[in-house]
């Protein structure tokens, strides 16, 4: 069998000027092809990022803190960028001046209605009692209350069920006999069993200011009063009181107390209080500090902190309004 040869390849006999143009021209036309093909972003996946190839860095754009995240979920605060200023920190609270006059936040309304006194015990505003006047040797018009001697002997003592553990004291009463007679007297001390519910023992003072004394018991009366004139609101701390223990007096209240607060590190705690008058803190707590007065009608006052000075009177210069 005859064997068939290949043609040898022939070889280029061009001059070399000549190939060179070619050369060039060939490869400027690869670099117009490849040009053209970037600029027009032609070929699969045109507009999209190479994978594995870094986005370029674009700056971050903290969202406004607070504002819920775009397309719903949980909102995330961001941090404050670190180009952007520091905010300043929020300014502290004022301390109270020492000087500062007390302040005094109220509610409720006077002339209000005896149902809006939810915090009255047995003594409501606007409901009469009925009962009998006595008297007794009050001497220097001190007694179970502890508010001291007193000028004004017209006071009386109220019956155990309607003092409630001092509740009763402080408070003014009117009364009026069967004859017409009227007086107002202030509470100031207990009057133990066998006084009965509704029974005030009055100072000999006041008593005669109704009849004579020998007559003994009258039949009378009584309503609760929010007088015209009280003056001010006055503190005092009980003997014996320091930073770590003390007792706490209200005295000159138009109204009956009904509580007492303190303020104390975790806010205002109630304070109980004894039947001699004055609210405790076992523990501390609020001593010599922000004092928040409640009266039976749920009104209250604010008064800024007082040195702890023991069986000092120390004037408050507020007053509950009158109902």
Known sequence: MKATKHAAPRRWHGRGPVRGVALATLAAGVLTCLALTSG????????????????PAVPAVSPAVGTPASGGGA??????????????????????????????????????????????GRIKPGVARQGVATAYA???????????????????????????SAKACGAYVSLRTASGATLTVRIVNECPPPCAPGQLDLSQQAFAKLADLSVGRLAITWTLLSPENAGTISIRYKTGSTKWWCGIQVLGHRNPVAELEVRGAGGWRQLPRTDYNYFVS??????????????????????????????????????????
């Open 40 to 55: 027009t972003g032609g070929g699969a996946g045109a507009g999209r990022p190479v994978a594995g190839s870094a986005a």
């Open 75 to 120: 909102s995330v605060s961001a941090a404050p960028s670190s180009t952007s200023p520091a905010p300043p920190p929020p300014s502290p609270p004022p301390s109270p001046s020492p000087s500062a006059a007390p302040t005094v936040t109220a509610s409720g309304s006077a002339g209000a209605a005896a149902g809006t006194a939810t915090l009255a």
């Open 138 to 164: 009050a001497a220097d018009g001190n007694g179970s209350c502890l508010y001291g001697p007193t000028d004004d002997m017209m006071v009386a003592a109220m019956n155990h069920a309607d003092y409630e």
């Open 282 to 323: 076992a523990d501390g707590t609020g001593c010599g500090g922000e004092i928040r007065i409640t009266d039976v009608y749920g009104q209250q006052l604010t008064v800024d902190g007082m040195t702890v000075r023991p069986d000092v009177v120390q004037p408050a210069g507020v007053q509950f309004a009158r109902h």
